[in-house]
């Protein structure tokens, strides 16, 4: 607001002479030192404004410089005249309350340099006519159907744009592009630009509001990139198990094309509420990463991603990427004093093959149905499990009995096999297996025998059951039991085979003929081995050589001077007639002394060591470790003088 001291009013012939004045001063040569303002401008910055802003280019090269502003009405009254001096900016705010805004009225700056000073061009305008827009700020660019749409904050009026394009990669490149359009949500949608490639754009903009706006000054300048038009590529880089029940997945994902960076780029990333955005309670987490990879740490359950490129002109379509849940090892029930309660605990579908997808609400538990009950600690770091199991609302007995009940049998026993009872059928933890057989007895009529049963362990799938009676039918039922009881049986009927067994006490006839053979040939092969140690150990005495009577007679004699006995014993049989042995050398060595006689006479018949069997059949003769048979000797010389008689 002016200061009524500086409000000046003028009125008849004070006017005419203010106006000589300017008219002179207009006309003057501008003096030595100053240079002449630019044109000034007054305006509003919309319709309904009250106050004006009055404006003028400054000089480049001036210092120290004053001006003074004055408005004066072109035709008559001539009065209202304001002006406002020594002003030390070349730019100044008024309230419409003192200004003339229906009439003409006539503008001029004076610029005051020391002594000198110098007047700018005047301007005439009605000021109620007169709307300068500010210049477009926070503008936005969108990319959409291969037109570029560009938009900014509004002013209040309505309003036309005047748009310059160029190439970023040029950026000597001078304006080649310029558009006007009118619009009145402050927008322009650009047509005809190529999506893959990055622009600079200026924008300026005019209210439509009144007849004499201005433009408003050229915003700054605006880079749009190109457009995305693909989604980023992400993959699952690597999985890292760094707790009971907790993996850490790191993504990565390629970049976008340069053009599409240009001002820059970021990816927004979206998925389950995790640590540490699990505590805001959000339905979904979204971060956003300037980096081309990300890692997080889940739980075991599935888990989903989705990702996309983020430039100033837009967004790309979405990537997703999906990772299976991890089947949860070794999980035991959940103790019955187990309490539920705590900021992070959660529920997941517990489904063959792994968690469910998406957690479970706890108001939305279902009876018989298997759950994972998770509890962890959500830190910096992410989450650490503090307690896992799985866990039934309501348990009942099985729907089904175990599936693929068969078996194959012998004549005394059975192979049993199953495959467990499908999940969704169980509506309880199975504690174990029934196995139940019953013998049926013949006649019919008779009742059937005892049944027996036992108890098999839920990991059980197989089962040798025997001790059965051949050629016999059975009945055998298999059901599955959780703490509530037993479900379905599962019936199978089966007949054992023929007993191939041979009666008791009698061996099969193969078996005693292979023994029989065995018992003769090791019988010759032990006669064989013992005549044969039998010749090594003791081989056969050799039969003496016979000589004549008298050739005996002189190696007798000679023979008894250096004759020496050993004490040897002679096993062999005597050559003719039956078999006979000494069994006692020293008795034989004696009865041989008691024949030996002093004379010739004597001495030959001592030679003759007789030595008779028990049945005195034969008589031998020892001598020198040789034994002569000495009936067969007589009978040899008898036979040698009758031939010579």
Known sequence: ???????????????????????????????KGCEAPGKPQCFRNKSSSHEYTCEWERSSSATNVTYD???????????????????????????????????????????????????????????????????????????????????????????????LVRHVENKTQTWSHEVKKETNVYSVLLEGLETQRAYQVQLRQRS????????SDWSANLTVPAEILQSPDVELKT??????????????????????????????????????????????????????????????????????????AGASSTGYVNVAAKPDQDLKACEKNLTFHGKHVEWYE???????????????????????????????????????????????????????????????????SWRPIPLEARQGFISHYTLCHTKHTKPPEQEPSQEECRNLTASETTFHLENLQPESRYNITLAGDTSVGPGPQALLSITTFRSEKPPEGYLPVWISLGLLVTFFGASILCSLLVKRLKSKILPPVPEPVILSPALIRADNEELERRETLD???????????????????????????????????????????????????????????????????????????????
């Open 1 to 31: 607001m002016p200061s009524p001291g500086l409000l000046t009013r003028w009125s008849g012939p004070r006017f005419l002479c203010l106006l000589a004045v300017r008219v002179m001063v207009v006309a003057a040569t501008v003096s």
């Open 69 to 163: 502003l004055l408005i004066s009405p072109t035709e008559p009254p001539f009065d209202n005249a304001m002006s406002r001096r020594g002003l030390r900016t070349n730019r100044i705010y008024l309230d419409e309350d003192k200004l003339i805004k229906y009439r003409s009225v006539s503008i001029v700056v004076t610029a005051h340099v020391g002594n000198a000073s110098c007047t700018s061009n005047s301007t005439t305008v009605v000021l109620s006519t007169v709307v300068k827009l500010p210049e477009p700020v926070k503008m936005a660019a969108l990319w959409s159907d291969h037109k570029l749409k560009l938009t900014w904050p509004s002013q209040g009026d309505s309003a036309s744009a005047e748009v």
């Open 208 to 215: 439509t509001e009144v007849s004499a706006s201005l433009w």
């Open 239 to 312: 999985i890292t198990v760094v707790d009971r029940g907790i993996r850490q997945l790191v993504f990565t994902w390629k970049a976008v094309p340069p053009a599409a960076q240009a001002g820059g780029v970021n990816y927004t990333l979206t998925y389950p509420p995790w640590c540490p955005c699990a505590v805001k309670k959000k339905a979904r987490c979204q971060i956003t990463v300037p980096s081309l990879n990300h890692t997080i740490n889940v739980t075991n359950s599935a888990f989903d991603l989705s990702i996309r490129a983020v430039n100033t």
């Open 350 to 416: 517990f489904k063959e093959g792994g968690t469910a997808k998406e957690r479970t609400l706890r108001k939305e538990r279902k009876d018989f149905i298997r759950y994972v009950y998770r509890k962890y600690h959500c830190g910096h770091k992410g989450p650490k499990t503090v307690e896992m199991c799985l866990w039934y609302k309501k348990e009942d007995v099985p729907l089904v009995e175990p599936l693929s009940f068969s078996g194959s049998q012998t004549d005394t026993a059975v192979n049993l």
């Open 567 to 645: 004490e040897v014993s002679i096993h062999q049989p005597v050559l003719g007639g039956e078999h006979h042995w000494f069994e006692d050398l020293e008795e034989d060595m004696d009865q041989s002394k008691t024949l030996i006689g002093t004379d010739e006479d004597q001495t030959q018949q001592g030679s003759r060591d007789s030595f008779e069997s028990p049945g005195d059949q034969e008589e031998v003769l020892y001598r020198n470790g040789l034994v002569f048979d000495m009936k067969a000797e007589e009978l040899r010389s008898g036979d040698q003088n009758t031939s010579t008689l």
